[in-house]
C-alpha cells in the first residue's frame, strides 16, 4: 500500500492514495489554516473506525455465508 502526502500551502495538504483517491487535510483558522478539510487527527480516528467496522461486517457476512 502506498500514499502521498503533498504540501500546498500554510497547514493544507492534499493526502493521495495509490487507488487514485484524494483528501484535503487542513488546520483551523486559529493555528494559521484556513479550515478547507479535516484534521489529520481525525482522520487517523476515522481510518480506525472505518477499519474496525469493515473487519466486524467481513466477519458477520462470512457468519451468515455458512
Known amino acids: 500500500m502506498n500514499a502521498r ?3 500546498v500551502e500554510g497547514l ?6 495509490a487507488t487514485n483517491h484524494a483528501i484535503i487535510m487542513d488546520g483551523d ?9 479535516m484534521r489529520p487527527t481525525e482522520l487517523l480516528l ?9 473487519d466486524v461486517a ?7 455465508n455458512r
Open 29 to 37: 483558522v486559529d493555528s494559521g489554516g484556513k479550515n478547507t478539510g
Open 5 to 7: 502526502i503533498k504540501w
Open 12 to 17: 493544507q495538504f492534499i493526502g493521495e492514495s
Open 58 to 64: 467481513s466477519v458477520l457476512q462470512k457468519r451468515n
Open 46 to 54: 476515522i481510518g480506525l473506525g472505518g477499519c474496525s467496522g469493515m
